[in-house]
């Protein structure tokens, strides 16, 4: 059996690789198993400094690996480049963390408690399509920091840039087994992973209904799980906000990754009183965004990951459109910037979309913000946009969300963490809390006594 790889901007076939089963995923989580021991007995110093030297050989391959991303998910190429940066970053965090994640010691009778992070052994990681190397590097970098070893499944669709990250890792002295990365099917190898007896625990990105599986099948061996799952985030404008800024930046917020980014903040949500000036602003924004060829440098969005995935976009698209931007007639899987006037009610604005299409929703006050952005299952990203801080300040800590800006649509940074409330998931990815979901901690009682 074989996989086989396309360019989503041209359709063309880029690689044929075998497929994974059940028996390559029991034989991986083998070589992961007796990788462990000596990766976990690697001194911290030597982990940070082969880390360290990944992070360096991302950054020397940073252009071949941009260029994979790009043709592989269809992502413009600069865009794929500041993604690769960010995956240099991710390593060189984790490097500088592996000796700074310290145990504890606590005053008790008759002795010393001290505590100690132990890494967890061989962990699973399954990533989706949208961000195939990002995702891959920050469940990566906090595993191998606490001396876990892995096994990677890249989604099937996308698995080019995980497999020449692992040849890199090799390169750079991490031992063989490791880091093992199998190119198969979700229900196949992904569902061999989450219900293997000797993984101990699943990092897991990926659409909320797939997340739930995988909490499920988890349940039989108490595997331990982090899921960062889909969303449905509020961008919320208010009628005292930099009207031109938030506009400016809006479609960026939703657009960009062709809107295949569980941070999209897809619902508009902007104050009555505002209203018309903002949808002016935005379309106009949006008229603005150049779709088209990944490879050209001046392209800000490219084409969706496939045609299923077109089709299941188009059909949210089932009213007269506030605005339809352009896009390529030619091959690839192509689909405009859209924005729609909507309820909150509405399919549009309470299901995923996962691609280029906005909901623009009125609002009275601020409650009635905080109402609409908190009604819906999702909890994973947001934005407010205020000149009054008091009210940034009483918004941000209402809203039910694991990732907020204010006067910003930026969602991630490498020191901070990344993760959802409600259905968008549980844990926490990147800075020093991704450590957390990667190491148990463990109490020791020394008597002093006698
Ligand atoms: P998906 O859930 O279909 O697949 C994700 C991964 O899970 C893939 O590798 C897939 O092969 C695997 N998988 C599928 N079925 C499985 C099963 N039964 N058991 C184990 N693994 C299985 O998601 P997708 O379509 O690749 O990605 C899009 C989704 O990912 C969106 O919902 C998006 O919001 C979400 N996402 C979340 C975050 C986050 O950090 N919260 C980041 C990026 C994407």
Redesign the pocket.
């Known amino acids: 059996m074989t996989v086989t790889v396309l360019n989503p901007a041209t359709e063309e076939t880029i690689a044929t690789l075998d497929e994974a089963g059940f028996d390559e995923t029991d034989a991986a989580v083998a070589r992961a198993q007796a990788a462990f021991g000596p990766w976990r007995d690697v001194s911290p110093r030597d982990r940070g400094r082969l880390l360290r030297r990944l992070a360096t050989l991302v950054e020397e391959h940073g252009e071949e690996l941009a260029r994979i991303e790009s043709q592989n998910v269809g992502k413009p190429i600069a865009g794929a480049r500041a993604e690769v940066g960010m995956v240099a970053d991710v390593f060189h965090f984790y490097a500088g963390a592996v000796d700074k994640k310290h145990g504890e010691t606590i005053p008790v009778a008759g002795g010393i408690d001290m505590t100690f992070r132990e890494p967890l052994g061989v962990v699973g990681l399954?990533?989706?399509?949208?961000?195939p190397l990002n995702?891959s590097s920050w469940k990566l970098g906090p595993a191998l920091a606490c001396g876990n070893t892995v096994v990677l499944?890249?989604?099937?669709?996308t698995p080019l840039s995980a497999l020449r990250l692992a040849e890199l890792a090799l390169e750079a002295g991490i031992p063989e087994g490791v880091i093992n990365v199998l190119v198969g099917?979700?229900?196949v190898?992904?569902?061999r992973?989450?219900e293997h007896p000797h993984v101990a625990k699943i990092g897991?990105?990926?659409?909320?209904?797939?997340?739930r599986?995988?909490m499920k099948?988890a349940a039989d061996t108490i595997k331990r799980v982090t899921l960062?799952?889909?969303?449905k985030s509020a961008n919320i404008v208010f009628a005292d906000a930099d009207l031109e800024r938030a506009a400016a930046a809006a479609p960026y917020a939703v657009f960009d990754n062709a809107g295949?980014?569980?941070?999209a903040r897809s619902r508009i949500l902007v104050e009555r009183s505002a209203y018309e000036r903002f949808a002016d602003l935005l379309v106009n924004a949006t008229r603005n965004v150049r779709v088209g060829d990944p490879t050209d440098e001046q392209t800000e969005m490219g084409p969706l990951i496939s045609q299923q995935h077109r089709e299941t976009v188009a059909s949210f698209v089932d009213t007269q459109p506030l605005f339809q931007g352009d896009a390529p007639n030619s091959k690839g899987f192509w689909f405009p910037c859209t924005l729609v006037e909507a309820s909150n009610d509405d399919r549009v604005a309470r299901e995923?979309v996962?691609g280029p299409v906005a909901a623009l929703i009125p609002f009275d006050d601020e409650a009635d913000a905080i109402r609409i952005a908190n009604d819906t299952p999702y909890g994973?990203s947001g934005s407010i946009w205020t000149e009054n801080g008091a009210r940034a300040l009483r918004v941000a800590r209402a809203l039910e969300t694991g990732v907020l800006s204010v006067n910003s649509n930026s969602s991630v940074r490498v020191s901070t963490p990344?993760?959802?409330f409600k259905q968008?998931?549980f844990g926490r990815?990147l800075g020093m809390h991704g450590l957390d979901g990667y190491s148990e901690l463990k109490n020791v009682f020394y008597s002093t006594e006698g």
């Open positions: 399954i990533v989706p399509w949208n961000f995702i499944k890249p989604a099937e669709l099917k979700g229900r190898v992904g569902r992973l989450v897991f990105t990926g659409s909320t209904e797939v997340g599986s995988v099948g960062e799952l889909g969303g295949q980014d569980c941070c995923e996962f994973l990344f993760g959802g968008s998931g990815e």
